[in-house]
């Protein structure tokens, strides 16, 4: 036996003692061999809800991000705990915000704008740290399924809406809204103030953070060209954290689980050419072996990759002790707040 064959056997053991009282969660970007043993696979927003609704599971093993686990940890029930077996697999996409650099900008518009006038949206893909900020503030959590509807909801209530970190996702959504491309703006926290004057700030209704995703920014219009020629009757279809030129020369763009969607939804036959993570989109290559599912680009989150078979198996055996992941109750609290609006949105 391999030692792959023994990681997947031992936890399987695990799994079959611990029975209900055990869920383990996969991301949709995980590794193929952990994405097959889960119980339930899903987008960040989707395992989270999982976790909570699994009325006898104590023990909730996440397969994914740490911003993942933590947005799991903020919705659990009081007698559950969340492991999650690399604590170093995080987000650079969410570490493009801190907490100071926030608070920082958050002063500075609100000093021009009035504390009353902007409401801060943050993505799903954020810290704990910054979710509590947002709550603490007013401001509620969306996902890339529901950015649109969470920023004409700021808009009913306030006059600007402070987005972030994803300036991608930002540019995105509010291209499809009655908005001027003057009225947005892009805060850099590594220029002073921003690099926003202060007359683009007063008349500002969008301030977009300045951060990314280095797996979806991978793909450029040249892919997009490169796929129309060689494959001039698929249908190409993108995540929203790329950038808004390939967006716009695309078929569609939409979350994780649009994207899923889509595959599972294409008549057999149809070719679709698939920008977002390349698990992921292997995955569905397989999956879906009647129609032809390509990656515009192979583009790989190496850190949704460093959870595997080994640190899995560890954590598994280790239960009910292991990497638990911990967070103060009250930064739990706001960030509990700014969740549950969105779900009220
Ligand atoms: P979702 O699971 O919310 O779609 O986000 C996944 C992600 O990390 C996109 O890059
Ligand atoms: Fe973060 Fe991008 Fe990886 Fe998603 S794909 S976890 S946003 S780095």
Redo the contacts with the bound molecule.
């Keep these: 036996m391999n030692m792959n064959q023994a990681a997947i056997e031992a936890i399987q053991k695990v799994k079959a003692r611990l029975g209900d009282e055990l869920i383990l969660l996969a ?3 995980q590794r193929p061999e952990l994405t097959a043993l889960a119980d339930k696979l ?6 989270a809800k999982a976790a909570r609704d699994a009325k006898d599971a104590r023990f909730i093993v996440f397969c ?2 740490r911003f ?1 686990a933590e947005a799991a940890e903020v919705l659990r029930r009081d007698e559950q705990k969340v492991f999650h077996p690399e604590a170093t697999a995080g ?1 650079p ?1 969410a570490d493009f915000a801190d907490r100071a650099s926030v608070e920082a900008a958050w002063n500075r518009m609100s000093e021009v704008r009035g504390p009353e006038a902007i409401m801060p949206l943050v993505y ?2 954020s810290t704990a740290e910054l979710k509590a900020f947002v709550g603490k503030h007013g401001g509620a959590v969306c ?3 529901n950015a649109g509807r969470a920023f004409e909801w700021a808009f009913r209530e306030r006059q600007v809406v402070f987005f972030l970190p994803d300036e991608h996702l930002g540019r995105n959504t509010v291209a499809g809204m009655d908005i001027k491309p003057e009225e947005v703006v892009l805060w850099d926290p590594s220029s002073p103030e921003g690099g926003v004057e202060v007359d683009r700030l007063k008349k500002a209704r969008v301030i977009l953070w300045k951060g990314y ?1 280095h ?2 920014t991978a793909f450029t219009i040249e892919d997009v060209a490169w796929a129309r020629q060689k494959h001039p009757d698929a249908r190409i279809l993108v ?1 929203p ?1 790329c950038p808004q030129p390939v967006v716009q020369a695309v078929d569609g763009a939409g ?3 649009y994207l899923v969607r889509e595959v599972a939804e294409a008549a057999p036959g149809t070719t679709l050419i698939i920008g ?2 390349m698990h992921l989109v292997e995955r569905l290559t397989a999956q879906y072996s009647d129609r032809q599912v390509i990656p515009l680009r192979r583009s790989l ?1 190496y850190n ?1 990759a460093r959870i595997d078979l080994t640190n899995l198996r560890a954590t598994m055996e280790a239960l009910p002790e292991g990497p638990v992941v911990q967070l103060d109750e009250e930064l739990k609290a706001d960030a509990r707040l700014a969740l549950e609006r969105m779900l009220s949105i």
Aim: net charge negative.
């Design positions: 991301h949709h970007y899903g987008d960040s927003y989707e395992l994914g991000v993942m987000c996409l799903m893909n996902t890339s399924s995703c797996v979806h995540h954290e979350s994780t689980s977002t993570e989150c949704m």
